[in-house]
Nanobody, 112 residues
Framework: QVQLVETGGGLVQPGGSLRLSCGVS????????MNWYRQAPGKQREWVAQ??????DYADSVKGRFSISRDNAKNTVYLQMNSLKPEDTAVYYC???????WGQGTQVTVSS
């Protein structure tokens, strides 16, 4: 059974940085396409970033500011978020593609 544990969120000022981690068990992340998603209050969950083999892809809203990576030895996926904006405030989730059960997510709040 796939289990996903997202950590690393918090309160950060605009322009700041955070690195989110997604600890994965039940699958080997290097064998799967892995994604980050986010859900802001009152909005639908949206896709943020993807890593597939050696390739990455990003939503236009985060391109140039966010970076997805993977540590195969730790079976963990990361999301480095720089130049954060208030509109990045959301609960962030990771999942494989196609999605399995969702983790609890990690709250990111960007505010002065």
């Amino acid at each position: 059974q796939v289990q996903l544990v997202e950590t690393g969120g918090g309160l950060v000022q605009p322009g700041g940085s955070l690195r989110l981690s997604c600890g994965v068990s039940g699958i080997i992340v290097s064998n799967w396409v892995m994604n980050w998603y986010r859900q802001a209050p009152g909005k639908q969950r949206e896709w943020v970033a993807q890593i597939s083999g050696g390739s990455t892809d990003y939503a236009d809203s985060v391109k140039g500011r966010f970076s997805i990576s993977r540590d195969n030895a730790k079976n963990t996926v990361y999301l480095q978020m720089n130049s954060l904006k208030p509109e990045d405030t959301a609960v962030y989730y990771c999942n494989k593609n196609p999605p399995g059960p969702w983790g609890q997510g990690t709250q990111v709040t960007v505010s002065s």
